[in-house]
Structures are given as C-alpha cells and as structure tokens.
C-alpha cells in the first residue's frame, strides 16, 4: 500500500529537505510523486540537461525510507522553448497563439515541441532508470487542454480524416454533408468545426474524436520511451474523473494502471457521489484497481479558495476511494506553495511548513492503511452490475444536448445516486463490453449507438440480462446522424414499445405521474418520450390528459430476459430509488447493508476474504445495520448487528462466512 504526498523540492531551500522527509516517514508515507512542473530545472537550456536538485532530492528520500514517482515534465514548457519556437505555443479561434505563463500551452502539432518533449523524456529515463526509490512514472500532468487551431492542426485534422474514411464520398456521407449545401469536393475544404452550437453535428464529434487522438499519441510516444529505457517501472497517468475532453479508454490503453485526482471538498460537507461514480469510471478504464495521484489535502482554490476539509474528513474521503478500488493514495499537496498561482491550493502542511491538523490526521489515515494493507491484496471490487459510459454519447450531447441541460454524467447520476443510497456496486464500461457477467445493465443516455452495438444489447437481453436504457436512447449512428427509424430503432421489439413523438419539458412546465405500488405522484421535469406500450408492460402512468394513454416507465420480458425502458425525467430521487428497487429486484441483486442517508457501503473481495467498507459522509453520528458479522479490522473488535460511526466515521469489516 503506496501512501504519500507530492513534493516539490524545486520549491523549498535545501535544508528543508531532510526536514519534510522526517516528517513524511514519521507519518508513514512511503512515496512522493515529483517533477511534473520541473522541465526548466532539468533543461535549463535547450539539449544541456542537470539532474542534480533532483538527484540529491530523491537521495534524501531514499534515506528515509521514500519510494519516487517522477514525471515526464511536458505540462509547462519552459520560457527559452516558447522564445525559440513561438509555434509551440497554441493557437487560439482568433488566430492569436496563447501566452507563455500558465500552463497546457502546447499545441500538439508542433513538430519542435513533439520533439523536445520526447528528448526530454529521454533524458530523464535514461538518468532515472536505475535510481534505487524511483519506482515508477506519471506521464506529463492532467491531460486536456488546450484545443489549438493553428494550420497544422487543421492539416494533420485534414489528414486525420481522410485515413479514416478514404474518400470525399464517404466523408461526406458520414457527415451529411447534403444539409445546407456544404458537400465537400476538396480535403483542404474541410475547415475546424469551432462553433459546436452552430457547426455541423458529425464534424464536431469527429473534431472532439481528432483532439482526443492527438493527446493520445502525444502520451504513446512518452510511453514507448519510457517502456524501453525503464522496464522495471510503471507508467501511469493523472486523469480527472468525469473531465469529458478525452477518451479515456483510449488513454488509458497504454498504461499499467489508472490514477486519477480526486478533490470532493467544495461547498458545505455533503454526499460524495460524483467522487463515488469519478473512482468507478477510473476502475472501469481498464478493468483493474487504481491509484488516487492528487487527493484533497486542505482548503482548494486558485484565486479565492473553498473550505477547510473537516476534522476526520481526509480520513473518509481516503477510504472512501480505497472502497472503489484505490491500491495507492498521494495527497496534493505535501505543504502549501508561497509562491504562484496555487498559494491557495493547500497541503497537508500550510505556508509556515507546521505539522498540524491535517498532517496529523494524514499520518493517522497513512497508519490504518498499512495496517490494512496485508488483508486487501489482491481484492477487488466485484460487481454484478453494469453501466455503460460513452464518450462518444458524451461528446454527442454536448454538441447537441436535445433538451436543456442533458448530459451523460447527469442521467448516469440519477440512477447510480440510487445504487449509493441501495448499498449496491457497478461497474463502468465501454460499449461492446461482453455484458454476459452482468445480471443488470444500465445504459442511461446511451445516445451514439451504432447497430453492432444494438445487437449485442439485444443478445444480452435475450441470453438472460436486464436491460435498463432511458431518455434518447440510440437516437444517433457512430456518424453523429440521427437513425432513419422509429425509436427505440433497432431495439422496438426488445423493449415492446414504440416512441413515434418526445419532448423537453422546460420554462416551469411540468407534467406528473405515478410509479411503484404505493402510487407515489412524481414530478416530470426536463424531457419526456411519448410511449406507446406495444408489447410491454407499462409500470406506471401519467396524470395529463394528453399522456394518459402513454406509458411513463415500460417493462418488457423477452427471450430469457428482461428490458425495462424509462421516458421520463423526474425531479424526485425517490422515483429513482423505487425504479432501480424494482430493477435489483428483478436481477435478483441484494444490497451490502441497510443504509441511513450519507453513509455508503462497498465490498471489496479476494482469496483473503470478503471485507466490507463503511464510510459516512456527513459530520454527524450514524448507526448502520450489518448484513454480516466479523472483524472490524481498525479497532480488532468482533462486530455483529449493529455499528455505530462517528461524524465522517469509517469501519472496515472483515466479513466471516
């Protein structure tokens, strides 16, 4: 079990060293990561290279016990290479490049900058290779930005696209390019689809598809470099969660495993469930645990900065990741910079370098993870649920969200919300996953659904499966262009329905309806399909007169299997909670414990064993019904029936039998 901090020691005088080392082993870290911003440290000037700050930085580590992660430095270029190459610097829509002094200023294209990039990675691999605490690599920092649009990035788009199709023929039939008179005759016609409000539809996808390829590339020719020169090193990369800009499948492809930075602290203490549902996605990249490479040290902020974590929070929101399938946790940061941007972007020590709260209650967290550590190897999260996470859907929907304020994240979110509050785990995947492991598959939003992939669902359904998809489902082909049928297209006899009309439901309208055996009324706000119960079951109705023959929530039995369809967008998670009640139900899925509201609950499992996480995510007292007995591993008590947390409180239970 990595635990640590990042470290800047470029930041702090050298006799601060061996004081931050002490205090890191006192606590019980055992790695730091480094060198992500240092790129004018180590090459202050372009092909002569120096080492030594960091050189005696990891040789004081070293002697304290601390493991390394170093960082291909590529996220800040230095000032002499923007100087030199000023096209290393994107460019922005208005044609004026960016200017160097903040960072993710890069244009990708940039043939110097490609290859300064790669020299410099090779420098450092070869100096770092056999240094005995480094232990591993993270490439470049935070993939994303920037988009540039300079001409090279307008020809190598050109390019782009005439491999992927071939011929102007079939561009322009992927694109549709007969709306508005905008066929294309020449490759060199084909501009940036800059305005996704006002721009082709097809061509924005294939726009987000080019940049995500671009970054990808960019990070695979780190990677071949670093896979040659350090074999006995892993390659990682910090992703963001939920960051939409990039397919992170295809990042992640190349990588041992996944990190990803987690920084839940914003607003009053609530329920974390988009940093539940963020550690999910980052499991379900690559089908294995993962690291966290930035978690929420202290107060976060660059101009004006959120509140302070709560006494005992850094403690949950860690286990609440290292219940998702966290093997490694790393603090942002080790102590507060004085100087730049982020002087208020705190760590676990502030600006005065002190020892404090929060350092303390790291040291406490760091200590129980070491503890835990031989129980939890090996374990994994073990789902029997699904739900399929698109980027391609994302992307489409950004574009072209339908009604106002749709998204992906937010229809996933209304139904994992439910799976939280139900103490039930799923699994993230791509589409064409095999699905046969899976007793229940949620594909909320699945928007981009090309007919392969329809005839898998419906495989799955027939084979035995139950199928939930929602609002807008497979409304748009691989192209970004709508389907010449009537929705749910290729799947209306899967499902036994017909949608032949929708709507949004906006500007304080509201329609109402019932669902469940209690006929509970729910509000309808945002979208609705008009549902024509075929062959299905309809699950509930609508109170409207005009929607009074439609069907709100369908239910359809097919082959070995079953297809629920929901049409609605509803206001209350109560709905929610019922639908997905409904759904475990029928899946045959039992919840880990019965939960109060802001306490989660995620089983981890092994050839150890079985162990249960229980975390509270409020500062206040709760009490959670145990669905087992056993250890619990931080106090070595025997626990049965009952526990009792604290305010952000965590328990973690060795489950027996």
Request: glycine letters at 10%; one cysteine or more.
């Amino acid at each position: 079990m990595y635990v640590g901090a990042d470290y800047y020691p470029e930041h702090w005088n050298r006799e601060r060293w061996p004081i931050d080392a002490g205090l890191m082993k006192k606590a019980g870290f055992n790695v730091v990561r480094l060198a992500e911003f240092a790129w004018v440290n180590m090459e202050p000037q372009e092909g002569s290279y120096d080492f030594e700050l960091f050189d005696e930085a990891l040789s004081v580590l070293h002697a304290n016990g601390i493991s390394a992660i170093m960082c291909t430095p590529t996220a800040v270029m230095p000032a002499w290479l923007a100087s030199k190459y000023p096209e290393a610097l994107a460019m922005k829509g208005d044609g004026t490049r960016h200017v160097w002094g903040v960072r993710k200023d890069n244009c990708y294209c940039c043939d110097d900058y490609n290859r300064l990039s790669e020299a410099v990675t090779r420098a450092m691999a070869e100096h770092f290779a056999d240094v005995p605490n480094v232990i591993g690599w993270q490439t470049d920092n935070e993939f994303g930005a920037p988009t540039c649009m300079c001409d090279k990035c307008l020809a190598q788009f050109q390019a782009w696209l005439k491999d992927k199709y071939g011929s102007l023929d079939s561009l322009n039939a992927a694109w549709g390019t007969h709306f508005w008179g905008h066929r294309i005759k020449e490759w060199s016609e084909i501009p940036f689809p800059a305005d996704s409000n006002a721009h082709n539809p097809s061509a924005c996808l294939d726009w987000k598809r080019f940049h995500s390829w671009l970054v990808v590339e960019f990070q695979r020719d780190q990677v071949k470099i670093l896979r040659r020169m350090c074999p006995k090193h892993f390659i990682t990369h910090n992703f963001m969660g939920l960051f939409s800009g990039l397919d992170y499948y295809d990042l992640a492809s190349d990588l041992d495993f996944v990190s990803w930075d987690n920084y839940p602290v914003w607003g009053k203490p609530g329920i974390r469930y988009d940093a539940s549902l963020g550690a999910d996605v980052m499991r379900g990249l690559k089908g294995k645990n993962f690291w966290i490479m930035e978690q929420t040290a202290g107060p976060s902020g660059w101009g004006t900065f959120g509140r302070n974590p709560r006494p005992g929070e850094i403690r949950s929101i860690t286990y609440q990741q290292l219940a998702h399938g966290s093997d490694g946790q790393v603090w942002f940061r080790w102590r507060t910079c004085t100087a730049g941007r982020e002087q208020y972007w705190h760590g676990l020590l502030g600006h005065d370098g002190e020892p404090l709260r929060r350092y303390r209650e790291a040291a406490q967290t760091a200590s129980e993870l070491h503890k835990l550590a031989p129980h939890l190897a090996g374990t994994k999260v073990r789902a029997e649920i699904a739900i399929i996470y698109d980027y391609d859907s994302i992307w489409s929907l950004e574009i072209q969200p339908g009604y106002p304020e749709n998204s992906v994240v937010k229809a996933i979110g209304r139904y994992y919300g439910a799976l939280f509050r139900s103490g039930v785990a799923a699994d993230i995947v791509p589409p064409g996953t095999d699905l046969s492991k899976y007793r229940l598959v949620l594909a909320p939003a699945f928007h981009v659904v090309p007919d392969a992939v329809a005839d898998s669902l419906d495989e799955y359904v027939k084979s035995g499966g139950i199928l939930l998809t929602d609002c807008r489902f497979a409304v748009k082909d691989e192209n970004n262009l709508c389907h010449e049928r009537t929705l749910p297209g290729k799947l209306s006899d899967t499902f036994g329905i017909r949608i032949e009309e929708y709507e949004s439901v906006d500007g304080g309208a509201a329609y109402h309806l019932s669902y469940g055996a209690e006929g509970k009324e729910f509000t309808v706000e945002g979208y609705t399909d008009w549902v024509t119960a075929m062959d299905a079951e309809s699950m509930g109705k609508f109170y409207d007169g005009h929607l009074s023959s439609f069907a709100p929530v369908t239910r359809h039995g097919v082959g070995k299997g079953v297809a629920w369809y929901c049409g609605v967008v509803v206001t209350e998670e109560e709905f929610y909670d019922n639908l997905v009640r409904d759904l475990l139900r029928e899946a045959g899925i039992e919840p880990v414990a019965d939960l109060p509201n802001g306490v989660e609950a995620t089983m981890r499992e092994g050839e150890v064993g079985r162990f249960l996480f229980i975390v509270n995510h409020l500062d206040m007292a709760a009490s959670v019904s145990l669905p087992c007995q056993g250890t619990e591993l931080l106090t070595d008590k025997h626990v049965a029936g009952e526990i009792s947390l604290a305010g952000f409180g965590v328990a973690v239970v060795r489950v027996e039998g």
